[in-house]
C-alpha cells in the first residue's frame, strides 16, 4: 500500500475523537478547571472533527468507491463518540433527583447514625462534638457521593 | 474526595471536619479509603436512610437499579446548623475545596 494513499486526516481525526473521550475520565476529571467544565475536550473534539471532516472530503476527491464508504463509516463513529460525550456531560449530567426537602442554610442539619469504614457506628453528635487536634470543631462538612460499589 | 483530602489539614486547621456519605457498605469504603489513603471518615448508608432525611435520594440510579445519594455537600456549624448548602445541578460539577474553606473561615 501507498504511503500517501493512506487517509491519514481520517484515522487520525477518529483516534483523537476516541481518546480525547477517554482522557476526561482518565486525566481531566482531576483538575477542577477541566472537570467543571471540560473546555480540553471540546477543544480536542474540535480538532478531531476537523481532521474527520478533512478525511472525508479527501475521501471523496478520490475515484475510489472503497474508501468513501470507509471514510463515512470512520466519521459516524467517530461523531458518535463525540456525540455521546457531549450528551453524557451536557445532558446525562443534569439527571439529578431535585432534592427540594434537602436541608436549607439556617435548619437543623436532621441527625444520623451510620457505620464508618471500620463498621463503629457514628452519630452526627459526636462528629460535631469530637475535639479536632485536640480541639473543639467549628463545623462538619458532610460530603454526600454516589458511591463506588 | 482528593480535593477534600488534599485541604484537609487546612479544613481541620479551621475547626472542619469533613464527612463522606454514601450507600457504599462500610468494607467497600474500608477498600476505598486504603487504596486512595483517605483519612477522613466514611459512613455507610447502604438502607438510604439519612440519604432520604437528607432529601437527596437519587432512585434507581446506582448498580443494578439501587438507589443512591445525588452529590451534595453541606457545612454545618458547631451547633449543627447548616450554614452552606451545595446541590450541584450537573453530577460532573463538584463543590470545590476552596468554597468550603471561604464559607468555613466565617464558622465561629
Not at chain 2, 477522613?40 to 440510579?61: M, Q, S
Amino acid at each position: 500500500m501507498n504511503v500517501r494513499r493512506v487517509n491519514w486526516p481520517l484515522w487520525l481525526g477518529f483516534l483523537l475523537s476516541v481518546v480525547t473521550f477517554f482522557s476526561y475520565f482518565a486525566v481531566f476529571v482531576w483538575y477542577p478547571v477541566t472537570r467543571d467544565f471540560p473546555w480540553a475536550n471540546l477543544l480536542l473534539f474540535v480538532v478531531a472533527a476537523v481532521l474527520l471532516f478533512m478525511g472525508v472530503r479527501r475521501a471523496f476527491a478520490s475515484d475510489r468507491r472503497g474508501s468513501k464508504i470507509v471514510a463515512t463509516i470512520v466519521t459516524t463513529l467517530g461523531l458518535v463518540v463525540i456525540g455521546f460525550f457531549l450528551f453524557a456531560f451536557f445532558i446525562g449530567g443534569r439527571w439529578l433527583p431535585p432534592s427540594k426537602g434537602a436541608p436549607q442554610v439556617g435548619q437543623k442539619a436532621p441527625d444520623f447514625t451510620l457505620s464508618d469504614s471500620n463498621g463503629k457506628a457514628v452519630s452526627l453528635n459526636e462528629l460535631l462534638s469530637t475535639p479536632i487536634n485536640g480541639k473543639a470543631p467549628k463545623g462538619v462538612l458532610l460530603v454526600f457521593y454516589r458511591g463506588y460499589w | 474526595m482528593r480535593g477534600i483530602q488534599k485541604n484537609l489539614e487546612q479544613l481541620n486547621a479551621e475547626g472542619i471536619r469533613p464527612v463522606a456519605i454514601s450507600v457504599d457498605p462500610p468494607d467497600a469504603s474500608r477498600n476505598l479509603v486504603q487504596q486512595q489513603g483517605y483519612t477522613f471518615p466514611f459512613l455507610a448508608d447502604p438502607n438510604v436512610e439519612a440519604i432520604k432525611r437528607y432529601d437527596l435520594v437519587h432512585a434507581g440510579a446506582g448498580e443494578g437499579g439501587h438507589d443512591i445519594a445525588r452529590p451534595a455537600e453541606f457545612l454545618l456549624d458547631s451547633t449543627g446548623t447548616v450554614r452552606w448548602v451545595h446541590l450541584t445541578e450537573n453530577y460532573w460539577v463538584r463543590a470545590r475545596p476552596e468554597q468550603v474553606l471561604d464559607v468555613g473561615r466565617l464558622l465561629k
